[in-house]
Each structure stands twice: as C-alpha cells, then as structure tokens.
Nanobody, 120 residues
C-alpha cells in the first residue's frame, strides 16, 4: 500500500503564496507521474499541474504562469509553489501519484487533501 500525505495549505490573502508538499511512502517499484488536483466548493475535481518522472510539466490554463510543480525523486516528494493566488484558487488540493508496484501493476493513489483558502 502507498500513502500520500499533503501539507502546506492554509489561509492567505489574494496575491499571496503557498508552497504545498506531498510525501509518498510505502511499497513502490517506481513513481511515474505525480500531480496536483483541486476541488472548489460545489465543483468537480480538476487538474492543476502534473509532472512526469523525467520532469516534463503540464499546467491547467488557469494556473499557468502562477503555479510551479516540482519533484524530488530521491525523497518521493512533489511540490506545488502557488504564487499570486486568487480567490478562485480556493479549494481542497489533492496530491496524486501514478505508481508501478513491485509486482508491476499501475495504480493511482490520492492523498487526503489540504485546504487552500484565498481571501479577497
């Protein structure tokens, strides 16, 4: 079993910044892509950013130029630096990892989420 634990959420004023972190632990052969999704109140969960094991990054249009995703493969960590936050960025941010297990299965895991609230 693999666990993902997020941290770094909080309350911030518009224009502020937060750095979200996610630590993966458990029995894994390899972590493939890792990503951050977010879910605003009353809305569906949506992709914010994703990074492959090789470092290729993709961002959702609403966060391009403001958010930066990075990872530390040695520590099994993924980060999301969020800058120039807007009230519409408010929501629960979930970490996601596509994992190859020791018996070579591909399984997607999710963290429990961390709340980000941006006040105007």
């Amino acid at each position: 079993q693999v666990q993902l634990v997020e941290s770094g959420g909080g309350l911030v004023q518009a224009g502020g910044s937060l750095r979200l972190s996610c630590a993966a632990s458990g029995r894994m052969f390899r972590i493939n892509s890792m990503g951050w999704y977010r879910q605003a109140p009353g809305k569906q969960r949506e992709l914010a950013a994703v990074i492959t094991s090789g470092g290729d990054r993709n961002y959702a249009d609403p966060v391009k130029g403001r958010f930066t995703i990075s990872r530390d493969n040695a520590k099994n960590m993924v980060y999301l630096q969020t800058n120039n936050l807007k009230p519409e960025d408010t929501g629960v941010y979930y970490c996601n990892a596509d994992v190859t297990t020791p018996n070579l299965l591909h399984i997607t895991y999710w963290g429990q989420g961390t709340q980000v609230t941006v006040s105007s």
